[in-house]
């Protein structure tokens, strides 16, 4: 049967390749360092475990209202005005299987055929793909280390145009970690004034996985003149290692969160009630599990930087938040492998880590960044160092000539 245009326009997602990858050379039994998966490798808290069997147990298995069961929007408006100063009424909330899904939802609720949607570079990479998916057309903007991988004032105000819709900004950004400051957000916010008709979509999943001190700013927050065209995401995947649970928010406009909440009633009726619940204890019960889990990230992430800004011809910068480093390997393009076969991008170099070393990364082009891969360290200090080490050796033995 034909697929749909739609479907033909868009890729699968890169890193689920990679995932999928390194699950198939594990099944052959070899040992594999793996470096691209984005979810945390703690196991989720107990007391959330036991939120989740409670309602089992108490029969809260059927359907839950489409955004969402009362007592979690409840939950989300409680962290927002706690974390940020927010208020939202529950008109303004709703509830998805994932962030994900919500995100996506946001744009089919939005966009026609041709509108533009602007994501900075580097991005997740999945946002291109899903406004494909959705009849728009993606403006990528270069946003380079020297920017701190940030969109900029001007290059916002150079990208936007009669045909835009949104704005994406994902802070703490995948993959790169950075986070915009209260300063960059009011410039930007400076931008968007003057353009009415520009909705911003801010991905915001990352927040709690932090190593500031004060919690990272969120532009409604801090610019109340854009409320009504701010769609803010997160969810509890991130934060309290609950990936599989499926469950993610949305907060905005009353009117889109309607229209979002309408789309879910026809494709999945509402999020897992089981997990709903599971997702309120987290957000509601104690906040241990993050403040521990933050303070290993820094950890990992501090020993990881050193020894990859120690490997020749490899250097990244310290992330604000997540728990990725983008890595750049420009230097290695142009050289040639043991066998004479040559590192002509940076999919050819992840190719190399892992075919020579047993290293799996996730090439920096998926993520609009060529020329740089993307390491998670989400994953245990042993396999972090012995990994390192394995790319040091990667690099090493790739030479400017061909062999002879």
Not at 254 to 273: E, G, K, M, R
Not at 301 to 321: E, F, I, M, Y
Not at 366 to 395: H, K, M, N, Q
Request: aromatic fraction near 6%; include cysteine; charged fraction near 20%.
């Amino acid at each position: 049967m034909d697929t749909a245009r739609r479907v033909r326009r868009i890729n699968p997602s890169p890193s689920t390749a990679a995932a999928q990858r390194v699950r198939e050379l594990k099944s052959q039994g070899l040992t594999i360092h793996d470096l691209t998966v984005g979810e945390p490798d703690f196991d989720t808290p107990g007391h959330v475990k036991a939120a989740a069997i409670e309602a089992i147990e108490a029969g809260e298995t059927k359907y839950t209202p489409v955004n969402g069961t009362p007592r979690l929007r409840a939950a989300i408006a409680a962290k927002l005005r706690a974390r940020h100063g927010l208020e939202c009424t529950d008109a303004q909330i709703t509830v998805g299987g994932g962030a994900k899904q919500v995100i996506f939802l946001a744009l089919a609720a939005t966009l026609d055929e041709g509108d533009e949607v602007i994501v900075p570079a580097p991005y997740w990479v999945s946002y291109p793909d899903m406004v494909r998916a959705n009849d728009g057309t993606p403006v990528v903007v270069d946003c380079p280390a020297s920017d701190g991988f940030k969109l900029t004032p001007e290059r916002l105000a150079a990208a936007i145009t009669e045909r835009t819709r949104w704005v994406v900004l994902n802070t703490p950004g995948n993959p790169t970690g950075s986070a915009y400051t209260s300063a960059e957000l009011r410039a930007l916010a400076e931008v968007l004034l003057d353009h009415p008709r520009v909705g911003v979509l801010t991905d915001e999943i990352y927040d709690e996985i932090w190593y500031g001190e004060e919690p990272p700013p969120t532009l409604t927050a801090l610019e109340p003149r854009l409320a009504g065209r701010v769609f803010l995401t997160n969810g509890v995947s991130k934060t309290y290692a609950m990936t599989g649970w499926r469950i993610g928010y949305g907060v905005g406009p009353a009117d889109l969160v309607t229209a979002i909440n309408t789309l879910q009633s026809q494709t999945s009726s509402c999020p897992s009630s089981v997990s709903q619940a599971a997702a309120a204890a987290a957000l509601t019960g104690p906040q241990d599990f993050v403040r521990d889990t933050v303070r290993v990230y820094r950890q990992r992430r501090d020993a990881t930087v050193k020894l990859v800004n120690d490997v020749p011809g490899l250097s990244c910068t310290v992330p604000d938040g997540g728990f990725y480093l983008l890595v750049d390997c420009r230097a290695m393009i142009g050289r040639f492998t043991p066998s004479g076969s040559p590192i002509r991008n940076d999919e050819d170099f992840a190719r190399h880590l892992l075919d020579s070393r047993q290293v799996a990364v996730i090439h920096g082009t998926a993520y609009g960044a060529p020329g740089y891969f993307r390491i998670s360290f989400a994953t245990s200090t042993d396999v972090l160092t012995e990994a390192c080490g394995r790319i040091a050796a990667a690099c090493a033995e790739l030479s400017p000539v061909p062999s002879p």
